[in-house]
């Protein structure tokens, strides 16, 4: 498939998955690759109510070779050619509440009452409604989006927060629409139960590594998502996977110690050793990373998009290249799959 | 800030070890190995002879499975060594928290009649406030903490926390709990409710109508009522509080920072570190988990002739690895400097998951050898 075709499938693309598994990661090259391809990509960090994310939200920026931390308004991460650009922006409860009632007639006090904890009263009164303003503003963009506004992403990529959470985050204005008996709350709430339901408007991204727990619960929380938020599923993107070498499979160094001598060299036995433990530790690793993705295939009859593990400790501007260059080729070799 | 030493307990009744047992509590950043960590010092305490108990947080399943706390409601559960082992002398015990559970347990013990507690238990409210509360869950694991150093049946008590990234807000929790208490919101709602009502500022009844559109008049009832119900209760639950802190900041209790070798992890890892020294606290232990092994290089002349060949693949792929550990090493040194004092342990990521008692083993011996510094 095209680039372009896979990122025109929606608007919102909602990115989730175990703790650490790499989302925001996922969130820089999908939006990074939509850029290349001339699309204006917004990425939206979201917190929940129960969560407060601050020293986190430079990560995205620093994959770009940037360090500010990201905040309210809009930063320009990257641009693209013809137009193409990766935006970023972090979004908070307390800030949508603010926002919320300004647009409701309480500007004067909005501010004063969430400095003096009036989130915690709402979110204690009622639980989904932090959440669920924060998805009323990714609505609102999305909105704009379809528009074509001035100024409006063509592609919003959602940096969900982790698996359990996403799930309470995403069902949030189901619960309000059966709490609430009416009002401006009870359209918003509806407003977003339309935008999660309309797989042209918004679907999701589910990230795993390949490793055991993270796929265990990768292929529970599919189901959580499509039975409790009702939300399409798009893609399971397997993140961090070992690029697969040929080795061999015995390791004697009896053997290599001869191949290496058809080669003019003699090795060390520190060298021959290191060659053997490093080439085991990499041959079960690639084994069982593998049996995972068999697993996951078999589990979760979604269509699985890969990116490399980086040989690195800190993921900057370079990583970004080498998996954006990774996930074009995926996307181009990937087969959508009707679903039964 | 130094708390004062913690007062003498005359409930807590016969701690083994003069003082009440050892407390270590292991913070750090999502998915670094905290819950692993804590579940691997508990088992080095059995194996030392002590009475271990770890408190773990959500495990994954396997390893909750394998301490048996899967299934387990709120009380601490011995764990058997596994079939075949030599065991250990001392007791290694296992209790997942349950944040809801415990919260109940303490209105139970605070309520001053069975009416109350009932009532508060079964108001909507309340169960929102354990569920959707930011810091609930940290509180409660703090609580869970105290209520078992109380017991004196532990000389051993290792606390995993959730993942911490904002702050310290297992520490922030207790006085979260009674911010949200002391919100002039509320304050003014547990008067009552008829004079509280009017006596609120425009700007409170506004937010109270916006509650009420949003799910209806019966929240705010509830809230006036949960609060109403609350009354008498907070003393009990404001002094606990403070001895939970003062258990925290005792001398007995340690801390362990949790991070992985990566430079995101290190980066939030040592900005709690920064935010445990404004409590006047330090982290006595750095584990960093997850580490790729390092290895000998080879020569530069047999990597230039075997770069292709029968052997490149063998080649290459040591060469990555060692380009990993390299950069890990760096992260390694960057924590080792930031943290001159603590001890540092480097646990290598191990070929299997950390999901049975063996591997809890082999991470427990990793955490027996200080690793040199620099
Ligand atoms: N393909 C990769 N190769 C190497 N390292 C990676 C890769 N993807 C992610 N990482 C690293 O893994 C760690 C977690 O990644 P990331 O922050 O994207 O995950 P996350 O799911 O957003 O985490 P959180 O749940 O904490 O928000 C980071 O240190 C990141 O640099
Ligand atoms: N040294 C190690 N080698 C291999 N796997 C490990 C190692 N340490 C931890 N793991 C695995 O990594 C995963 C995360 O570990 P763990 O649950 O202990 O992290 P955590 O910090 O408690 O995560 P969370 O922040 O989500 O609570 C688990 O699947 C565990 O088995
Ligand atoms: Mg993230
Ligand atoms: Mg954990």
Known sequence: ?340 | MTMPPQPADTEGTGSSSPGGPDVVVCVGPGGVGKTTTSAALALQGAKRGRRACVVTIDPARRLADALGTGHLGNEPHLVNPPAGSSGWPGELWAVMLDAQGTFDHLVDRYATSGAQAEAILSNPVYRNISAALSGTQEYMAVEKLYELEESGRWDLIIVDTPPARHALDFMEAPRHLMRLLDNRVFRLLMAPTKVGLRALEVGTQVLLRTVAKVAGGEVVADTVEFFTEFEGMEDGFRARAKRADELLHSRKTEFALVCSPRRDTVEEALYLSAQLAKEGLEATRVVVNRCYPRYAPLSAGAQNRLADGPLAPLVANLEQLELVSAKEEEQLVRVSAALPKAVLYRVPFLAREVAELEALEEVACYLETEEARE
């Open chain 1, 1 to 340: 498939m095209e680039p372009l075709s896979f990122f025109s499938q929606t608007r919102v693309l909602i990115v989730t998955g175990k703790g650490g598994t790499g989302k925001t990661t996922v969130c820089g090259v999908m939006a990074n690759l939509a850029a290349r391809e001339g699309l204006r990509a917004l990425v939206v960090q979201v917190a929940t109510a129960s969560d407060r994310l601050e020293p986190e939200t430079a990560n995205l920026s620093h994959l770009f070779g940037r360090d500010e931390v990201l905040g309210y308004d809009e930063m320009a991460l990257v641009t693209g050619p013809s137009g193409g650009e990766v935006r970023a922006r972090a979004l908070r409860p307390d800030t949508a509440l603010v926002e919320y009632l300004h647009l409701h007639g309480m500007r004067r006090l909005s501010r004063r009452l969430v400095s003096t904890g009036a989130l915690d009263v709402v979110a204690t009164a009622v639980p989904g409604m932090p959440d669920m303003l924060v998805l009323g503003k990714v609505k609102q963009m999305e909105r704009a989006a379809a528009a074509g506004s001035p100024g409006a992403p063509e592609l919003i990529f959602l940096d969900a927060p982790a698996a359990g959470h996403a799930i309470r985050f995403l069902q949030s204005p189901h619960g309000l629409l059966e709490a609430a008996s009416g009002g401006p709350v009870r359209s918003q709430a509806q407003e977003v139960v339309d935008m999660l339901s309309d797989p042209d408007r918004c679907q999701a991204v589910l990230v795993t590594t390949p490793e055991e727990t993270p796929v265990s619960e990768t292929v529970e929380t599919a189901q959580l998502l499509e039975d409790r938020a009702g939300i399409k599923l798009c893609a399971v993107v397997v993140n961090a996977r070992l690029p697969v070498l040929p080795l061999p499979e015995h390791l004697e160094s009896a053997a290599l110690s001869e191949l290496a001598a058809g080669a003019g060299v003699t090795l060390a036995p520190s060298e021959l050793e290191s060659l053997i433990v490093a080439g085991k530790l990499r041959l079960e690793r690639q084994g069982a990373q593998a049996a995972q993705v068999v697993r996951l295939a078999e589990e979760l009859p979604l269509p699985q998009l890969e990116l490399p593990f980086c040989f690195s400790a800190d993921l900057g501007p370079d990583q970004l290249s080498t998996l954006t260059d990774a996930l074009g080729r995926s996307v181009a070799g990937w087969q959508p799959v009707e679903l039964p």
